[in-house]
């Protein structure tokens, strides 16, 4: 049996795609007032749009349990497994690399491989079916890691969103970066560097907001990305969006169009527009920002502030 791959809920991959290929996937936990499930399973985008205009409504968002992990990993490696490659969220955005983590150093950091992908969404999914493609072909542990990694180091991810209230109170980004996006009318746009989330640019209307996403994706695509459009609330845009990156980039490998979920939501808020860019290689500007890290099981993960809309 080849390496066991297992990602977490962020990934938002496909719907039936994680099953098709045989990945794992631990959930991530929503809490919607007295009411809490797992991200995509229980708690999906729906529900969460419905909980956040409900301005009494408290939502929050935690890490899976590091014996959710242990339970996955020690299932795969009981089914025959010869490892398992662990491809996760951002440990800059969750506490779900740490927990990851601690559950590999005690099934065995010689068996389990974690994976900060530095990325969400379909930026953390492609990574995931790189290590899901390696493992097919017979590659071991070390090699699908690092086919999960070298994805991940290409990767650029490029959003907008109505406002930073929830990104603040979530502790995602700073107070002083709270501030680029606090004038009226105006759509802050933010990418992903390091792993963290930070202001890049900031435009009046939500169509120049798109128009600048589509720019900066095509900038860094080159022939032959891998791209995904995500939304939350936004299907028409997000649509009319993905329509665009196809006529400008016809070489495109993959386009995949899709709702994030209550998690990513809940931090975002409804609104969110985002482009993911895998480049086939490192585009001349991309430099480091979307390095990953990767980790078997002996370094210490790192904390996250808790506040207001928070994940732990």
Not at 225 to 235: I, M, Q, S, T
């Amino acid at each position: 049996m080849p390496v066991a791959v297992v990602t977490d809920s962020t990934a938002y991959l496909p719907a039936g795609l994680a099953a098709e290929r045989g990945i794992r996937v631990v959930p991530l936990e929503v809490r919607l007032g007295d009411r809490s499930g797992r991200d995509g399973d229980d708690i999906g985008p729906a529900e969460l749009i419905t909980a956040l205009a409900d301005k009494t409504l408290a939502v929050h968002t935690s890490r899976p349990t590091p014996a959710a992990f242990v339970d996955v990993y020690r299932e795969a490696l009981d089914a025959g497994a010869t490892g398992v490659v662990s491809v996760h969220l951002s440990r800059e955005l969750s506490g779900t690399w740490d927990a990851a983590r601690l559950a590999a150093e005690e099934v065995g950091p010689d068996r389990v491989r974690i994976v900060d992908s530095r990325a969400v969404a379909m930026g953390l999914g492609y990574a995931v079916l790189a290590a899901c493609d390696a493992a097919d072909a017979g590659a071991d542990g070390a090699d699908v890691e690092d086919a999960a990694a070298d994805v991940a180091s290409r990767c650029r991810v490029f959003f907008s969103v109505d406002n930073l209230e929830r990104l603040r109170r979530g502790g995602r980004i700073g107070a002083a970066a709270a501030l680029f996006g606090t004038a009226l009318a105006v759509k802050p746009l933010l990418h992903l560097s390091e792993g963290r989330i930070m202001p890049l640019e900031k435009v009046r209307t939500s169509a120049r907001a798109a128009q600048r996403l589509l720019d900066l994706a095509v900038a860094a695509a080159g022939e032959g990305a891998d791209l995904a459009v995500h939304h939350l609330g936004a299907a028409a845009r997000a649509e009319d969006l993905a329509a665009r990156l196809r006529e400008r980039l016809p070489s495109a490998a993959r386009l995949l169009v899709s709702e994030v979920g209550a998690v990513i939501g809940a931090h975002a808020g409804q609104g969110l527009l985002g482009i993911v860019v895998v480049p086939r290689r490192a585009a001349p500007d991309a430099g480091p920002d979307a390095a990953p890290v990767v980790d078997q099981g002996s370094r210490a993960g790192d904390g996250t502030a808790e506040a207001g809309v928070a994940e732990r």
